[in-house]
């Protein structure tokens, strides 16, 4: 039997559509499928002991097993891109002479075009580099991971350490074809003395057909302006992807946590790969849209967890929260003209300097309450308690008030305070944080207010906001469980910076606003 062309054209159409169905590539237009491993890591049992290259390699190739499988796991799904966490190959709590065995060699140069897999022979030590090129390359797949890496350098180099080479916390992203796209030298390293601080900070992106740029930054480098917010904002960047080994520190800054917040501020999509060692505190990875989160976060079990997830690409003409803020910021001192009003949809602001009470209802009665201090985060918060059904509640600190409206259906036998925080924060880094934050509290004392605590049953509506001095807020809203929830609503109003939510999904753990003032760090 003759076909026709028609006929012909329209079968080979057919086949290759259910061939993207088996194969799992099938995906809405606008959208790209991601993935992220966290992984638990197989970690040397002596990190500061002195090692050769094979040993090294043997331990590092261990993990590299594993990333294998995840990728071949990922590919299946139809994932266009996957992952890998901070230090996951090689493990920490290395010195600068024990880390050495584990580096590989690379060039931090974009003139350099170099595959890996294809071209092995090109530099010595690149072991590491040639199997996740492989693998990228077996499984046409964008990978991102984290290794050590070392580069020489000349005593005429004024940044040259003593020894005569950098050592680097270094991701690296190669590309479907297993070519090596893209390095980045971690900025802000936290205690890791085995590796070097790049001389200026790498503002680092690669191109994906599906996606268009990626940004490209580690861990601490979140809570600082070089180079993570300045390479957003130069480059106009809507995907970011973010390998990590956090430590979760509640109530503020878990790694869902403050993955999300940062994600909702700047209006981006971000891939947060974080290791898994629960008795570390270390856990929490996921793929994150500014309005839709897929997240792991498991402190009971062992074991890794893959991530895959189908999410829209976001545009450079989506205007970011941020980019509105900025507006803003010359006329953040300027004084409110109104006071304060319970609905977030009417004026939302005190006037600066007033000194308004902060009050509960319950039952028709009006009480004043309490201020009182407490230590969270590190840093002395000034605190009022949460006390009754409904209330209207402000608490200052330096130039900072923080404000709140709240009410609940049904009291629980539980204390949540309203906090503030307006200062240099100097333990484990130094930063400045301007902080309003409602808290659930870890008993029924003032003093347990700040401490850790992972599971709450009150359901709160809330307008909660503050006179902030910066246009970086990030807004976080967790709740128990260690889930994570979305507010209705956020944003600048009458010069305040505000959020609010009615009826939280589960009960409330944390709602804030983190602020960070870069410039007075």
Known sequence: MAYTMVDLCWKLSVCFFCYQVVSGRVKREGHYVAAVYEHESILSPNPTALVDRQSALELMGRNLDIYEQQVVAAASQGAQIIVFPED???????????????????????????????????FNDTEVLQRLSCMALKNKIFLVANLGTKQPCEHTDPHCPSDGRYQFNTNVAFNDDGMLVATYRKHN???????????????????????????????????????????????????????TAWMNQLPLLS???????????????ILAANIHHPTLGMTGSGIYTPVKSFIYHNMESYGGKLIVAEIPVITTDYKTNLESNERFRGNLHQLCKTSTSASMDDQVCFK????????????????????????????????????????????????????????????????????????????????????????????????????????????IDFQLWGNMSTPYIFPLLLTSGITLDFADHMGWKNNHYFISKNRTSSGLLTAALYGRWYEKD
Request: glycine share 6%; net charge negative.
């Open 88 to 122: 996951g190959i090689h493990g920490f709590n290395f010195t600068r002479s024990s880390i050495y065995p584990y580096l590989d060699f690379i060039l931090h140069s974009q003139s350099v075009e170099w595959n890996p897999c294809r071209e092995p022979y090109l």
């Open 189 to 243: 390293l936290y205690f890791e003395y085995a590796f070097d601080t790049p001389p200026e900070p790498d503002y680092t992106l690669f191109d994906t057909p599906f996606a268009g740029k990626f940004g490209m930054f580690t861990c601490f480098d979140i809570l600082f302006f070089e180079p993570a917010v300045n390479l957003i904002r130069k480059y106009d960047l809507k995907q970011v992807v973010y390998p």
């Open 255 to 269: 790694a869902v946590e403050i993955q999300q917040a940062f994600a909702t501020s700047f209006n981006i999509n």
């Open 352 to 459: 600066e300097g007033q000194e308004t009470p902060s009050r509960v209802s319950e039952k028709g009665n009006e009480q004043l309450l309490p201020q009182f201090y407490a230590e969270m985060m590190y840093d002395n918060f000034t605190f009022v308690p949460v006390w009754g059904e409904k209330g209207e509640l402000q608490v200052c600190a330096n130039s900072l008030c923080c404000y709140l409206n709240y009410q609940r259906a049904v009291l629980t036998d539980e204390l949540y305070a309203l906090g503030v925080f307006d200062g240099l924060h100097t333990v484990h880094g130094t930063y400045y944080v301007q902080a309003c934050a409602l808290v659930k509290c870890g008993g029924l004392s003032f003093s347990t207010c700040g401490q850790e605590v992972t599971d709450a049953t009150a359901l």
